[in-house]
C-alpha cells in the first residue's frame, strides 16, 4: 500500500483542519469554513469578513437586548451571530436553534443556524439546514459555499464542488468562493489543481489573510515552502510573520509523519 497522504480520509482532513485553525488563524475563534468567507454573512466579501472579524461586538448591550426580545428573530440572529464570532459557539447554536423553532420559515434564522451547526461539527445537519435558507429560485452564492464546505468536511468532495461551481456561475472569481474549491481540491491531494485555483483566489484579493494562509498551506503541501513561507510573512510586523511562518513549518512537519506511516 502507498504511504502517499490521502488528505481527504476523514482522520486526516479533521486534525488538518483543525491545525490550520489553530496554526495559521492566528486568534481566530470560527471554525476552518470562516477562515474561507464560506460561513459569512449573506452581504459580506472575504474582505469584510475580515474586517468584521476584527470589531468587538458589545455582548452586554446584545445580551440584554435578547433578554428583553427573545422572540425577535432579528435580535436572536444579531445575538447569534455576536456569539459565533466571540467563539461562543455552544450558546449561540441554543440561541439560534431556539429562535429557528419559532420561525421555522425564516431564512435568515436558517442559514445563522446551519453556520452554527458547521461550527459544532455537524456538517449533515449544517448542510440540510442551509439547503433551506434558499431556493432555486433565489440562490444565494455565500449559502452555496457554505453547503459545499459542508460537503467537503464530510468527504463528498466532488459534491462539494458542484456547490462551488454553482456559486461561481453567480459571482465569477469570487476570491472566498474559489479559495473553498482550492482546499477542496487540497482533501482529494489534487495539489496541482489546488495551487492553481488558489492563485487565482489570491490575484483576486491579495490582502486576505485567510486566502493567502490557504495557498501558503497549499504550496508548502507541494514542497514549495520557501514561496509558502513568503506569502504567510507578506504584510505581517516581524514577530506576528515568525510565527505565523514557524505554524506552517509545525503543520508541514505533521503533515510529513502521517505521510510516513
Known amino acids: 500500500m502507498s504511504k502517499r497522504l490521502s488528505v481527504a480520509s476523514p482522520p486526516a482532513r479533521y486534525v488538518f483542519s483543525a491545525l490550520l485553525v489553530l496554526a495559521l488563524g492566528g486568534c481566530q475563534t470560527t471554525g476552518i469554513e470562516d477562515i474561507t468567507g464560506a460561513l459569512g454573512g449573506k452581504s459580506e466579501t472575504a474582505g469584510k469578513a475580515d474586517a468584521r472579524a476584527d470589531m468587538k461586538p458589545d455582548m452586554d448591550a446584545l445580551r440584554e437586548r435578547y433578554r428583553a426580545k427573545p ?43 446551519g453556520r452554527a451547526l458547521a461550527d459544532s461539527g455537524s456538517f449533515q445537519q449544517a448542510f ?18 457554505a453547503q459545499g464546505a459542508a460537503l467537503d468536511q464530510l468527504g463528498r468532495n466532488e459534491e462539494a464542488q458542484q456547490y462551488y461551481a454553482a456559486a461561481l ?29 488558489m492563485r487565482r483566489a489570491h490575484e483576486r484579493n491579495p490582502t486576505d489573510s485567510r486566502v ?15 514561496e509558502a513561507e513568503t506569502i504567510v510573512k507578506a504584510d505581517l510586523p516581524p514577530d506576528e510573520a515568525a ?13 510529513q509523519q502521517r505521510a510516513e506511516k
Open 128 to 145: 440540510d439546514v442551509l439547503g433551506r435558507a434558499h431556493t432555486p429560485e433565489d440562490p444565494d452564492w455565500h449559502i452555496l459555499s
Open 169 to 197: 456561475k453567480i459571482v465569477p472569481d469570487e476570491p472566498s468562493v474559489l479559495s473553498n474549491l482550492g482546499l477542496s481540491y487540497m482533501l482529494q491531494n489534487n495539489l496541482l489543481r489546488a495551487e492553481e485555483t
Open 243 to 255: 510565527a505565523k511562518v514557524t505554524a506552517l513549518r509545525q503543520l508541514l512537519v505533521k503533515k
Open 71 to 113: 422572540g425577535d428573530p432579528n435580535v436572536a440572529l444579531e445575538y447569534g451571530q455576536a456569539l459565533r464570532r466571540t467563539g461562543q459557539r455552544a450558546q449561540a447554536l441554543a440561541v439560534l436553534e431556539q429562535a429557528v423553532l419559532a420561525h421555522s420559515k425564516n431564512k435568515a434564522l436558517l442559514a445563522g443556524y
Open 212 to 226: 493567502r494562509a490557504n495557498l501558503a498551506l497549499v504550496l508548502g503541501l507541494e514542497g514549495k515552502q520557501a
